[in-house]
């Protein structure tokens, strides 16, 4: 129906999260509209985080070194670790300006549907920082819906032995949403009001 390079596009802004086919369209016609230097600066933006972006080496954050700058501040509180699923999710509880620990970002959260198990979390990563760090609270902070609440009970089985105390994010949040979407108040009450969390 279109050019092939206008549908190339098409196709490979419809393989982005959350942009369906009217959005993919909407968004290359979009950009065949604008001067060819904004174009080139996204491309540009696009290949500069791509050649500069990594993930920390201890919590799996977005970084450009070796420790992200929140594992890298030593006036962050190492004995308390907020896991939360994605990176956008530490940005969503820093904004609350409420939590001074450290984060430990999963990579995703348990997903039988799409085949997502633990093994294919950070979780083996998550164990090795608790005793070097002296972790000795871990916020569980993962998505208030099926996936996130079926990882928080996971993971609070697994460090329930180990003497460390397990706290949930406590409601406030709706149920069936996610993180970054939270406004600061709502996530902040939430932050302050976690609870513990029986893995059984």
Sequence with gaps: MYAEAVQQVIDELGRLPGIGPKSA???????M???TEDTARLTAAIDEMKARVR???????????????????DRR?????????????????????????RYHVLGGAIS?????????????ELMARLEPEGVAEVILAT??????????MYLARLL???GVEVTRIASGLPVGGDLEY???????????GRRPLAGG
């Design 143 to 152: 998505n208030p819906n099926i996936e996130g609440e079926a990882t928080a």
């Design 33 to 35: 509209k604008l001067p």
């Design 77 to 101: 509180d190492a004995t308390l670790l907020c896991v939360v699923e994605e990176p956008r999710d530490i940005v969503a509880v820093e904004r609350t300006g409420g939590f001074h620990g």
């Design 25 to 31: 369209q909407r968004l290359a016609f979009h950009l």
């Design 112 to 124: 039988p549907i799409e085949g997502i198990g633990p093994d294919q979390l950070r979780v083996r």
């Design 160 to 162: 329930e032995p180990l």
């Design 55 to 73: 993930f920390c080496d201890r919590c799996f954050n977005v970084s450009e070194s070796e420790l992200c700058t929140m594992c890298a501040d």
């Design 182 to 192: 939270a406004d600061e108040l709502t996530l902040g009450r939430a932050l302050e």
